[in-house]
């Protein structure tokens, strides 16, 4: 059974920073691609950053935010520094593997990350 497991997630003070952890089973990690998203309140969903190859970022998180994975461990995280209001949302974690004529991506529930004073 795949299963995407978020942490980390919580009440944060801008500038602050949190680490979110999302932790994989039921699938070869190493062959995916490991992204966060973001869901904030009445937006759209947006790639915040992804790890495979290479890494990429959004750019209203470049500088900030730093992605990394452990295949050892299925965990992928995401290190949030000097956060603002603005990154106030639902993070998700999702896994992706294409190749032609084939596509496979997986969701985790979701952690809420606000930022507020």
């Known amino acids: 059974q795949v299963q995407l497991v978020e942490s980390g997630g919580g009440l944060v003070q801008p500038g602050g920073s949190l680490r979110l952890s999302c932790a994989a089973s039921?699938?070869?990690?190493?062959?995916?691609?490991m992204s966060w998203y973001r869901r904030a309140p009445g937006k759209e969903r947006e790639l915040v950053a992804s790890?495979?190859?290479?890494?990429k970022y959004a750019e209203s998180v470049k500088g900030r935010f730093t992605i990394s994975r452990d295949n050892a461990k299925n965990t992928v995280y995401l290190q949030m520094n000097s956060l603002k209001p603005e990154d106030t949302a639902v993070y998700y974690c999702?896994?992706?593997?294409?190749?032609?004529?084939?596509?496979?991506?997986?969701w985790g529930q979701g952690t809420q990350v606000i930022v507020s004073s």
């Open positions: 999702n896994a992706l593997k294409t190749s032609p004529g084939f596509r496979t991506d997986y």
């Open positions: 790890a495979g190859d290479y890494t």
């Open positions: 039921g699938f070869t990690f190493g062959g995916y691609v």
